[in-house]
């Protein structure tokens, strides 16, 4: 790649300072989950119904038993049997109401999770590149994928289960005190020593969810920059060395999940022993009242129950506790994306374009820094008019700014001082997508997806026909090998074809042009990778594809360049020269020099 291209993507590191941890430690981002959730609203609140109901179930079940237990000697066998059923219809009733509950909140899990994937998505996919600058696609992916996972567990499981043993929590307390004001006090006495290392450890252990998701997150993206240049890996014997990098992101993803595990651990140990702790205390005083006639066994034994419910309810959620603080954690990082700013946006009144699009274009006193490299100038005061249906050649040694100016015409960035137009109009007063649906590129790395040859091309203008397809393919000199290959234009190609030579993919992404039919033609090195036979059937193509189209083309073999009306030389972000191409050698300049390196025979031949 150019060097006057986008910086490649660096990786960003987990940040642990305590200015970034402190963004971890209240559960303020979970409200962002709402407006997912708002839409749903009316399953919401039939999950909320059926909840409510299996809660009320579970508590209406103690009272049973202690009708049974005060009355077994007292009753006879009819009455009993229908303690026993109606303990039975509760049971079903609790059966009903869970099953209830489970089926609407997964499904509300499920589908409030399939919004948020793909209202990030959205969001990530139209940024400009300079926000590929500073992170890396695999973390973006982890965040897709690993970050909602967690709030899917959250949204279809936890919360649900939360507010259940929250009902059970309080109703059981009320309920208690009923039973036994003197005994339900003696619990409460206990709560304050509960209550305290859940706060005290609970914030260690969203400090600690965060630092995990930080860590295969940055796991995710070495992985994911590392199998896409796998044969680049493979060919410079980097195996071990990636292998060894992928293992320390890894092993530190796992060493803080074990830290976590442990925190986790230790609140578990803590609350159980003392809520269960309690529950003992209290069933010794209880049984002394008994035995002293001041309640009954089977208050006792309710109030034994309630307790134990409420014991469960308090231990539940203290685990519940750290999974929301997993997800607080989780939604923090997919909102990072979701309020991420663009640098480059759309106005809230675009201008359009004159229909027909002339494809004229100015640059008025450009300047532009990438901004990973502010200290370089990667354009420099650039003023160029370029006509309706001109051919403009780019040519300048690496860095000079070639690529650059591809991509500030269809506005990957904006200039740092300037204006860029197309027929007059600025860039920034237009809609992206408006503007950009005119213009055809073939871009320096030929990107290729995992589909079929046809679909690939077919990429360039989605409604055209099979015949289109093949029409555009000839004329970029790839439909003898398309239909060389096993199924022809149906043949699946590979992850970023894979299964292509690079002429091949590189006639592919020519073709893809050429279909899409687009006043502004593109060419960002489109012959770099083709044999002299195949590029001068393209460049004839090329050729034919320019006449009536505003064509630049960027290219260091100057042969490529020779017919074009204008060649604009560029070093270091400046235009040296521009004329022709027997202008330019006669000037004895930048591109005579070029010139002299890459053709051998002499000016003669040039």
């Known amino acids: 790649m150019a060097s006057d291209s986008t910086a490649s993507s660096t990786q960003v590191a987990p940040n642990l300072a305590e200015a970034e941890r402190a963004k971890s430690k209240d559960f303020g981002a979970l409200r962002r989950l709402w407006p997912f959730l708002y839409p749903y609203k009316l399953l919401c609140l039939f999950a909320v119904l059926a909840l409510i109901l299996t809660a009320c179930v579970s508590l209406v079940l103690p009272l049973a038993v202690r009708r049974v237990v005060d009355n077994f000697e007292t009753v006879d066998g009819g009455i009993l049997d229908q303690y026993f059923a109606a303990a039975l219809g509760i049971a079903g009733l609790l059966a009903v109401g869970t099953a209830l509950r489970y089926a609407l909140v997964t499904r509300l899990g499920e589908r409030v999770v399939a919004d948020i994937r793909k209202a990030v998505f959205d969001r990530v996919i139209s940024m400009s590149p300079a926000f590929y600058e500073n992170i890396m ?271 500030m015409i269809q506005r990957f960035y904006d200039p740092k001082s300037g204006e860029i137009r197309i027929d007059g109009v600025p860039l920034p007063k237009m809609d992206r997508d408006a503007f950009r649906k005119h213009i055809s590129l073939v871009p320096q790395d030929s990107v290729i997806f995992a589909a079929s040859a046809r679909e690939n091309i077919r990429f360039g203008r989605p409604d055209a026909t099979d015949a289109e397809v093949e029409v555009a393919s000839k004329a970029a000199a790839a439909h003898a090998f398309i239909s060389a290959l096993p199924d022809g234009y149906d043949s699946y190609v590979g992850e970023r074809g894979v299964m292509l030579s690079g002429g091949q993919k590189q006639r592919i992404a020519i073709a893809r042009a050429i279909l899409r039919n687009a006043p502004v033609l593109l060419l960002d090195e489109a012959t770099s990778a083709l044999d002299a036979e195949s590029e001068r059937a393209v460049q004839l193509a090329v050729d034919g594809l320019s006449q009536g189209r505003t064509t630049l083309i960027v290219a260091h073999r100057l042969a490529t360049v020779k017919k074009a009306d204008r060649i604009v030389v560029l070093d270091a972000g400046k235009i040296v020269a521009i004329g022709t191409h027997d202008a330019l050698v006669a000037e004895d300049g930048l591109y005579a020099r070029l010139a002299r390196l890459q053709f051998t025979a002499g000016f003669d031949d040039v």
């Not at 990636?242 to 830290?259: I, L, P, V, W």
């Not at 532009?368 to 403009?392: C, H, K, M, Q, W």
């Open 137 to 407: 696609t695999g973390e973006v992916l982890s965040r897709i994928t690993t970050d909602t996972t967690l709030i899917l567990s959250v949204i279809g499981s936890s919360i649900s289960i939360a507010l259940r043993n929250v009902l059970i929590l309080f109703g059981g307390l009320i309920l208690m005190l009923f039973t036994s004001a003197k005994l339900t006090g003696l619990v409460l006495l206990l709560v304050p020593a509960v209550i305290v290392p859940i706060l005290l450890l609970g914030r260690r252990l969203r400090v600690l969810s965060r630092e995990n998701q930080d860590w295969i997150a940055a796991s995710s993206g070495n992985a994911s920059e590392t199998l896409g240049s796998v044969q680049t890996v493979q060919a410079f014997t980097h195996e071990a060395q990636s292998q060894a990098s992928f293992s320390d992101f890894t092993e530190k993803s796992y060493e803080s999940a074990r830290r976590r595990i442990k925190v986790r651990a230790y609140l578990t140990m803590i609350v159980i022993f003392l809520v269960f702790s309690g529950i003992v205390g209290v069933l010794w005083i209880g049984a002394r009242d008994v035995r002293a006639d001041l309640m009954s066994t089977g208050a006792l034994v309710q109030f034994v129950i309630y307790a134990v419910m409420v014991a469960g309810a308090v231990a539940a959620l203290s685990e519940i506790w750290s999974e929301l603080q997993r997800a607080a954690g989780a939604t923090e990082r997919l909102v990072e994306l979701l309020d991420a700013e663009d640098t480059v946006n759309d106005p809230d009144q675009p201008i359009a374009l004159a229909d027909p699009v002339r494809g004229e274009i100015t640059f008025d006193n450009v300047s532009f820094r990438y901004p990973t490299r502010p200290n370089v100038a990667a354009l420099e005061d650039v003023n160029l008019e370029i006509s309706a249906g001109e051919t403009v050649a780019f040519v300048g040694p690496s860095g000079a700014g070639k690529t650059t100016i591809i991509q």
